[in-house]
């Protein structure tokens, strides 16, 4: 039996990790790898593809000390822009992303030999003095304690049946989809990133070839979109069904926002997020020290992964002294 069992391999598994005193974890992820929302995509003889968060930008200065504990971790250089009818240079900021992907926030604390991914736990049973989970291939595993870094509602799903003292308000996650692409190599883009304003179906671009890693091929350029929250609620409830509909949709939209022939795309693909940002839920993280569950994600104090750090590091210190 473990002591504890943390379900989720995102931003906040890594702080409590990092943070936890306790370091007999175990960890589970539906996931192929750890990432969450952090998750990175590599494609064979094409690169890496940043498809769920982009960068972060550190508020706080013990948030900023933390990442940069983090060898991966470095500056991603370059202009970034708003297009809006035109096209202006935004003030310089911060920004951080992971040397190899952006996964390296999360993989560097996480002991990935503790790691059971590809495992989706389905149900959690309190019996007496430890927790039993219920995996999707019905095998059981047991812990002394258990943390749940899920999205709202898949976290609302797994306690409804618990008897524990707290609720979860109505808090609509918020959907997104991330296009992917390799096009011929072009000078068109010589900035790092660009916000699209007023524009119905995508809200940003990124330059992946600008973050300058070893796996991207240099006879490419490679590219980032992420959509509008209007358009992600749109269409992801026929999301599988539509799923080259909306790829195709997003990719005409792009080449008609920056003038390109479809035949310089080599390589496209497209993911939905289907808890991709969330409202404040504007509450504490929650432990239980009689039956030693706890609850944290991004989602109780907004959808950064700075939030997802302070809630989690928040119930580091309560487990640490219980």
Known sequence: MNNIAILGAGFSTSTLCYYLNEKDIKVFEKARGPGGRSSTRKVDDIGVFDHGLQYISPKDKNFSEFLKLNKSVKQWDGDFVEIDGKVSVLPPSEKLIGITGNNDFVKSNINLDQCH????IEKIEYQNDHWKLIDDSSNEHLAKKIILTLPQEQTKILIKDLDLRFDIKENFMKPCFTVM??????PIFKYSGYVIKNNKIISWCANESSKFRDLNNKNLTLLTLQTTEEYGFANFKRYRENKEHILNET??????????????VIHKNVHGWLYAFSENQSSEVFWDDKKF???TGDWFTGGRAENAWINAKLLSEKINRT
């Open 251 to 264: 990719l005409s939209e792009f080449l008609d926002i920056f003038k390109i022939n479809d035949s310089e």
């Open 117 to 120: 991914f590809k495992t989706r």
């Open 181 to 186: 692409l390799a096009l011929k190599e072009t």
């Open 293 to 295: 569950i706890g609850i």
